[in-house]
T-cell receptor
Framework: DADVTQTPRNRITKTGKRIMLECSQT?????MYWYRQDPGLGLRLIYY???????NKGEISDGYSVSRQAQAKFSLSLESAIPNQTALYFC?????????????FGSGTQLSVL | DAKTTQPPSMDCAEGRAANLPCNHS???????VYWYRQIHSQGPQYIIH???NNETNEMASLIITEDRKSSTLILPHATLRDTAVYYC??????????FGKGTSLLVTP
């Protein structure tokens, strides 16, 4: 079984719908992250959480929200999806901090907003 | 975090060393330099990191200049499977990794 599991793997939705992407991990890591990837734009940070009570905005948090329900779970929500949120979304975890920040990624969720 | 600058693309012949440069001229004294790579649409994979000393592991070597304003990732004997996007990131305490666009490395036969 994968250490970092993202669900769903693929999702097609319509403009204006609320969507939740889920991430769970069995690695016991405190830190969790959400990134999105767009062709030509690289990988961009949406939100991150260093522990259950901590939520931080990344460089592109507008239009998104997150919930850290437990150490093992970190969900990303699109309250009202729009077409330019079509992208590949990655969840990642780590326990290293500044001196040993090795991220472990899920397989990604391909989201299409029509 | 300091901004890093990488060339958008590079080529390397299979079996030769791949030297990927990264400029981080505004890096502060407590920022680490991290390298990751991403193969096709998989999640990025950690390669190596360092503060000021050169580092080597089973995947690569990291050479950081004495003034810390730039670094080079070295893949000593590139293979076709090293074709990927390589990200150089400067990380400071309390922040998360911002990957940017990276360098697309193509290893050719």
């Amino acid at each position: 079984d994968a250490d970092v599991t993202q669900t769903p793997r693929n999702r097609i939705t319509k403009t204006g719908k609320r969507i939740m992407l889920e991430c769970s991990q069995t690695k016991g890591h405190d830190r969790m992250y959400w990134y999105r990837q767009d062709p030509g734009l690289g990988l961009r940070l949406i939100y991150y959480s260093f522990d259950v009570k901590d939520i931080n905005k990344g460089e592109i948090s507008d239009g998104y929200s997150v919930s850290r329900q437990a150490q093992a779970k970190f969900s990303l929500s699109l309250e009202s999806a729009i077409p330019n949120q079509t992208a590949l979304y990655f969840c990642a975890t780590s326990d290293g901090g500044l001196t040993n920040e090795k991220l472990f990624f899920g397989s990604g969720t391909q989201l299409s907003v029509l | 975090d300091a901004k890093t600058t990488q060339p958008p693309s590079m080529d390397c012949a299979e079996g030769r060393a791949a030297n990927l440069p990264c400029n981080h001229s505004t890096i502060s004294g407590n920022e680490y330099v991290y390298w990751y790579r991403q193969i096709h649409s998989q999640g990025p994979q950690y390669i190596i990191h360092g503060l000021k000393n050169n580092e080597t592991n089973e995947m690569a070597s990291l050479i950081i200049t004495e003034d810390r304003k730039s670094s080079t990732l070295i893949l000593p004997h590139a293979t076709l499977r090293d074709t990927a996007v390589y990200y150089c990131i400067a990380l400071s305490s309390g922040y998360a990794l911002n990957f940017g666009k990276g360098t697309s490395l193509l290893v050719t036969p």
